[in-house]
């Protein structure tokens, strides 16, 4: 199912989501406004995510698209793999194991906007540790914060560059140990 939402801010809109024919990969979208738009793929079996986008034979970034008003046509690929990608580590707080810190990782470009904001979050394990997996490709931020941190201070904060950047490609297992602050 392919899902459009309208950005700035996000809301739905009302015919959507959309199916996919399973045979050609196709479906058929009318009537789209002209303002920015966020697009998911919405019930991809475990361990897939949309790689990759193109609007008219141009590519553009994985989950948003602006229509062009003086095209002819739109024609929107998108590309779906099945990806391995991981990132993982210890978290320390005070040269500690950290048990129940939050690790959060956010997918680049970060909008002005956190609630357009990509990201996951995973909590840590009894001795600190922590995995996120099947991640896109491309760039993030990622950062860790005790549970008892506000949620949007956490996430500007790791948003505006206070905490490592880091890529990840298509077949990236990458290890990041991290220090609470």
Known sequence: MIDILKQGPYRKLDEWP????????????EGLPFDPLAVNVVGLP???????M?????????????LNEGAISHELKMTVARVTNSVRGNVTRDSKPAPNA????IREPISDDWK????????????????????EPGWYRIGAA??????????????????????IGKTTNLTRDLTLP
């Open 18 to 29: 959309v199916p996919v024919d399973r045979e050609s990969g196709r479906w058929t979208i």
């Open 116 to 135: 357009g904001w990509h990201y996951k979050f995973k909590r840590t394990g009894t001795s600190g540790e922590y995995s996120i997996e099947t991640l």
């Open 46 to 52: 475990a361990g897939f995510v949309v790689t990759g």
């Open 146 to 167: 005790l549970l008892s941190d506000h949620t949007p201070d956490v996430l500007m904060r790791i948003a505006t560059g206070d905490c490592p950047r880091i890529e």
């Open 102 to 105: 939050v690790v959060v990782i």
């Open 54 to 66: 193109s609007y008219n034979g141009v590519g553009v970034p994985v989950g948003s698209l602006q």
